[in-house]
């Protein structure tokens, strides 16, 4: 039987806290959201979000904005080390099938405009929190609880959006292994490189890759990823790593390390949860996010499926077996997608990964469209029925289309 909800506590103020805050405050909860950091500023980095999150973001009232703020990516695909395309992707043709864009915005952004969407005193950064009790909805209903530096917290419900290495998810499950070391690290960095034009690229390597994608403003965002032991860390400078890796590829990778300083970049080792939790929530507390599901991010859809698992959340707030029945069976299936996705990009043997190029590029050949559907069951997703709102036209109109249009081909010149 559902709930009737009143108050909720976030744990958590990453994206899928503050749209799970965002779609309950919404919904007339009164939120509190529990920040560790002093701020809720991010690491520098960019996120990309397909029309399967945006949607998501249309029901809390963002969408629209995101899209306006984000950059379009553009036409691109994927290369070799040396600078063959192995694959190219259109923009106009992802955008008509998905029925919507992928955007390119700093996290930085997409946090701001998240917890703009909340009242003054909801978000307390500064607080480590910590769950007592996770409560109980049946009868006699029993709340759960949360202590703060200042005292405890009682809730209807607890989000928990405490990232990969979640305190929360180990309580409520403690058999579980929890996240494991995927095999790989990243680098991440956003910056400014005004007058170089490329297009939107991932480029596959033997156990490493690297993808550089235009921002509004001039700026740039760009990543790698490479097979490393666990808490590795160059002897010198993250920079001085990434042009031994990928200092001889091709253009524009050069001048993006060319432009980068050491401070700039950001290295993660990548975790994710390999076993399947049994359930997303558990008395009163839910998981979202990397709490819940944490995979490779290479699908790009991290950040997404928290998005997802947000708004869903909100809409059956007050039934958390329904929330679990909606998201674990997609979120498992998509982090499994991730790691083979990941398996595929990270080959190492040279024989292999010729294959894997020649497949590829047979492939891009024969039927272009077909990469394309792959992304279809993700991409396609709704908000749940109730929470769909009027979605906008794939492209901008009028003028705005024509000028989204030039700003693509300008892009997209190698």
Same mark, same amino acid.
């Not at 700039?264 to 080792?269: A, G, M, S, T």
């Not at 359930?279 to 944490?294: C, F, P």
């Not at 039934?319 to 979120?331: G, I, K, M, N, V």
């Given at each position: 039987?559902?709930?009737?909800?009143?108050?909720?506590?976030?744990?958590?103020?990453?994206?899928?806290?503050?749209?799970?805050?965002?779609?309950?405050?919404?919904?007339?909860?009164?939120?509190?959201?529990?920040?560790?950091?002093?701020?809720?500023?991010?690491?520098?980095?960019?996120?990309?979000?397909?029309?399967?999150?945006?949607?998501?973001?249309?029901? #809390?009232?963002?969408?629209?904005?995101?899209?306006?703020?984000?950059?379009?990516?553009?036409?691109?695909?994927?290369?070799?080390?040396?600078?063959?395309?192995?694959?190219?992707?259109?923009?106009?043709?992802?955008?008509?099938?998905?029925?919507?864009?992928?955007?390119?915005?700093?996290?930085?952004?997409?946090?701001?405009?998240?917890?703009?969407?909340?009242?003054?005193?909801?978000?307390?950064?500064?607080?480590?929190?910590?769950?007592?009790?996770?409560?109980?909805?049946?009868?006699?209903?029993?709340?759960?609880?949360?202590?703060?530096?200042?005292?405890?917290?009682?809730?209807?419900?607890?989000?928990?959006?405490?990232?990969?290495?979640?305190?929360?998810?180990?309580?409520?499950?403690?058999?579980?292994?929890?996240?494991?070391?995927?095999?790989?690290?990243?680098?991440?960095?956003?910056?400014?490189? %005004?007058?170089?034009?490329?297009?939107?690229?991932?480029?596959?390597?033997?156990?490493?890759?690297?993808?550089?994608?235009?921002?509004?403003?001039?700026?740039?965002?760009?990543?790698?990823?490479?097979?490393?032991?666990?808490?590795?860390?160059?002897?010198?400078?993250?920079?001085?790593?990434?042009?031994?890796?990928?200092?001889?590829?091709?253009? %524009?990778?050069?001048?993006?390390?060319?432009?980068?300083?050491?401070?700039?970049?950001?290295?993660?080792?990548?975790?994710?949860?390999?076993?399947?939790?049994?359930?997303?929530?558990?008395?009163?507390?839910?998981?979202?996010?990397?709490?819940?599901?944490?995979?490779?991010?290479?699908?790009?859809?991290?950040?997404?499926?928290?998005?997802?698992?947000?708004?869903?959340?909100?809409?059956?707030?007050?039934?958390?077996?329904?929330?679990?029945?909606?998201?674990?069976?997609?979120?498992?299936?998509?982090?499994?997608?991730?790691?083979?996705?990941?398996?595929?990009?990270?080959?190492?043997?040279?024989?292999?990964?010729?294959?894997?190029?020649?497949? #590829?590029?047979?492939?891009?050949?024969?039927? %272009?469209?077909?990469?394309?559907?792959?992304?279809?069951?993700?991409?396609?997703?709704?908000?749940?029925?109730?929470?769909?709102?009027?979605? %906008?036209?794939?492209?901008?109109?009028?003028?705005?289309?024509?000028?989204?249009?030039?700003?693509?081909?300008?892009?997209?010149?190698?």
């Amino acid at each position: 039987m559902a709930q009737v909800l009143e108050k909720a506590v976030v744990i958590g103020g990453g994206i899928g806290g503050l749209t799970a805050a965002a779609a309950l405050h919404r919904r007339g909860v009164k939120v509190t959201v529990l920040e560790r950091a002093g701020s809720l500023e991010p690491a520098g980095a960019a996120i990309s979000l397909a029309p399967n999150a945006l949607r998501g973001l249309d029901v #809390i009232g963002l969408g629209d904005g995101v899209r306006a703020l984000a950059a379009w990516q553009g036409d691109g695909g994927l290369r070799a080390p040396g600078g063959r395309w192995l694959s190219r992707s259109s923009a106009a043709a992802a955008t008509e099938r998905f029925g919507g864009p992928l955007v390119l915005l700093h996290r930085a952004t997409l946090i701001d405009r998240l917890a703009g969407l909340l009242p003054p005193d909801a978000v307390r950064t500064a607080t480590a929190a910590h769950l007592i009790d996770p409560g109980d909805p049946g009868a006699p209903a029993r709340p759960a609880r949360v202590s703060t530096p200042d005292g405890e917290l009682e809730a209807d419900l607890v989000v928990a959006a405490d990232g990969v290495h979640s305190a929360v998810r180990h309580l409520l499950f403690p058999d579980h292994p929890g996240a494991v070391y995927a095999g790989f690290t990243t680098w991440r960095t956003v910056i400014p490189l %005004p007058g170089v034009r490329f297009a939107s690229h991932e480029t596959w390597g033997r156990g490493r890759l690297w993808g550089t994608h235009p921002l509004k403003e001039g700026r740039v965002y760009a990543y790698a990823a490479a097979l490393a032991p666990a808490g590795q860390h160059a002897p010198d400078d993250e920079r001085a790593e990434l042009l031994r890796r990928y200092g001889d590829w091709h253009d %524009p990778i050069p001048a993006v390390l060319a432009a980068v300083r050491p401070e700039d970049v950001l290295r993660h080792d990548v975790h994710h949860i390999s076993e399947p939790l049994p359930a997303y929530h558990h008395g009163r507390v839910a998981l979202v996010g990397d709490a819940a599901h944490a995979m490779p991010p290479t699908l790009g859809q991290g950040g997404n499926q928290a998005v997802e698992d947000a708004v869903t959340l909100a809409h059956h707030m007050g039934d958390l077996p329904a929330y679990t029945a909606a998201r674990l069976p997609r979120t498992t299936a998509i982090a499994r997608r991730a790691v083979r996705a990941a398996r595929l990009s990270m080959m190492t043997h040279r024989a292999g990964t010729v294959v894997r190029d020649t497949a #590829i590029a047979a492939l891009s050949k024969a039927g %272009p469209a077909l990469l394309l559907r792959s992304f279809d069951d993700i991409a396609a997703w709704r908000p749940p029925a109730g929470d769909a709102v009027s979605f %906008p036209a794939p492209f901008p109109a009028g003028e705005d289309r024509a000028r989204a249009a030039d700003d693509n081909r300008d892009r997209d010149r190698d």
